[in-house]
C-alpha cells in the first residue's frame, strides 16, 4: 500500500512562562501498513499507539521541544517499544524544562532526511517559534487525502510539509514567549517555507492544513501586525 499520513488529535495543556493554556494537539504519522514515523506525539500515548495500530516505529520526531509536545514523549516511546526521540539541539533548553536528566536519543539537523515507506521528509530548520523548530517537507509520495482542511484537489499526493507550530492558517506561530522571535520566525517562513512549491500542504501543529499558495500573499500583513 501506498504511503499516507494517519492524524490524530489530542488534548492538554500547553505551560511556559508562568502561565497555562489548554491546547488541542495534531499528530502526525507517516508510512504505509508496515512501517511509520510518528510527528509530535502529544498528550495521549494511548491515542498514539491506536493509530500506530501494531506498525513498526522508525523514529518519533518532535518539531520542537514545547512542552505540549514533548511531555508524553517518554511514555510514548516506552509504549511504542523504544523507537528514538529525535529533537533539534537548539531545543535543548526547553527540553531539559519536562526531561532534566535525560537528553533526546539523537540530533535533528537542517538538510537531513528521514525515509519511511519509500518517502523521503527533509528537515528544515525554521527558527522563531522556538530556536530548534524543525518543519518536514516531503516532494511526493503521500496520500493526504481525508486529513482536516485538505481539500478534494489537494488530495493526490501533493507535496506535503509538517509545519509544527512554524506556519498555521492564518499566519505564523507565536512568537510571544520565551525563546521565541517575531523576526526571526518572519525570516524562516520567507526565506526557507515560501521558496516550496505554492501547491504544498500545510500539516500544522494545531488547527486545519493549509497551503503555501494561500498563506504566502499574506506575508506583508503578518509582518505589518507584528504578532
Same mark, same amino acid.
Given at each position: 500500500?501506498?504511503a499516507r499520513?494517519?492524524?490524530?488529535?489530542? #488534548? $492538554?495543556?500547553?505551560?511556559?512562562? $508562568?502561565?497555562?493554556?489548554?491546547?488541542?494537539n @495534531?499528530?502526525?504519522?507517516?508510512?504505509d501498513?508496515r512501517?511509520v514515523?510518528?510527528?509530535?506525539?502529544?498528550?495521549?500515548?494511548e491515542a498514539?499507539v491506536e493509530?500506530?495500530a501494531?506498525?513498526?516505529?522508525?523514529?518519533?520526531v518532535?518539531?520542537?521541544?514545547?512542552?505540549d509536545? =514533548?511531555r508524553?514523549?517518554?511514555?510514548t516511546?516506552?509504549a511504542?517499544?523504544?523507537?528514538?526521540?529525535?529533537? @533539534?539541539? !537548539?531545543?535543548r533548553?526547553?527540553?531539559?524544562?519536562? /526531561?532534566?536528566?535525560?537528553?533526546?536519543?539523537?540530533?535533528?539537523a537542517?538538510?537531513?532526511e528521514?525515509?519511511v515507506? $519509500?518517502?523521503?521528509?527533509?528537515?528544515?530548520?525554521t527558527?522563531?517559534?522556538s530556536?530548534g523548530s524543525?518543519?518536514?517537507?516531503?516532494?511526493?509520495g503521500?496520500?493526504?487525502?481525508g486529513?482536516p482542511?485538505? +481539500?478534494?484537489?489537494?488530495?493526490?499526493?501533493?507535496p506535503v510539509l509538517? #509545519?509544527?507550530?512554524?506556519?498555521f492558517?492564518?499566519?505564523p506561530?507565536?512568537?510571544?514567549?520565551s /525563546?521565541? #522571535?517575531?523576526d526571526? =520566525? =518572519?525570516?524562516s517562513?520567507? +526565506?526557507?517555507?515560501?521558496?516550496?512549491p505554492? !501547491?504544498?500542504?500545510?500539516?500544522t501543529g494545531?488547527?486545519d492544513?493549509?497551503r503555501i $499558495?494561500? !498563506?504566502?500573499p499574506?506575508l506583508?500583513e503578518?509582518?505589518?501586525?507584528?504578532?
Amino acid at each position: 500500500m501506498s504511503a499516507r499520513i494517519d492524524h490524530v488529535v489530542t #488534548s $492538554g495543556t500547553f505551560s511556559l512562562d $508562568g502561565g497555562t493554556w489548554e491546547v488541542d494537539n @495534531n499528530v502526525w504519522i507517516v508510512g504505509d501498513d508496515r512501517e511509520v514515523i510518528v510527528f509530535d506525539p502529544a498528550h495521549s500515548p494511548e491515542a498514539v499507539v491506536e493509530a500506530v495500530a501494531g506498525r513498526t516505529v522508525q523514529a518519533i520526531v518532535l518539531t520542537h521541544g514545547h512542552d505540549d509536545h =514533548i511531555r508524553a514523549v517518554r511514555d510514548t516511546q516506552d509504549a511504542l517499544g523504544g523507537p528514538p526521540v529525535l529533537l @533539534n539541539p !537548539e531545543d535543548r533548553v526547553l527540553w531539559d524544562m519536562v /526531561y532534566p536528566d535525560s537528553e533526546p536519543d539523537a540530533p535533528l539537523a537542517d538538510g537531513q532526511e528521514l525515509t519511511v515507506a $519509500g518517502v523521503t521528509l527533509r528537515a528544515i530548520h525554521t527558527p522563531g517559534h522556538s530556536p530548534g523548530s524543525t518543519c518536514f517537507f516531503a516532494r511526493s509520495g503521500l496520500s493526504v487525502a481525508g486529513l482536516p482542511g485538505v +481539500s478534494e484537489s489537494d488530495a493526490a499526493e501533493a507535496p506535503v510539509l509538517i #509545519s509544527g507550530d512554524t506556519l498555521f492558517q492564518g499566519g505564523p506561530g507565536a512568537t510571544g514567549r520565551s /525563546y521565541s #522571535s517575531f523576526d526571526t =520566525i =518572519i525570516e524562516s517562513i520567507s +526565506s526557507k517555507l515560501f521558496a516550496l512549491p505554492e !501547491e504544498t500542504v500545510v500539516l500544522t501543529g494545531h488547527g486545519d492544513a493549509t497551503r503555501i $499558495g494561500d !498563506e504566502k500573499p499574506h506575508l506583508q500583513e503578518w509582518i505589518d501586525r507584528g504578532e
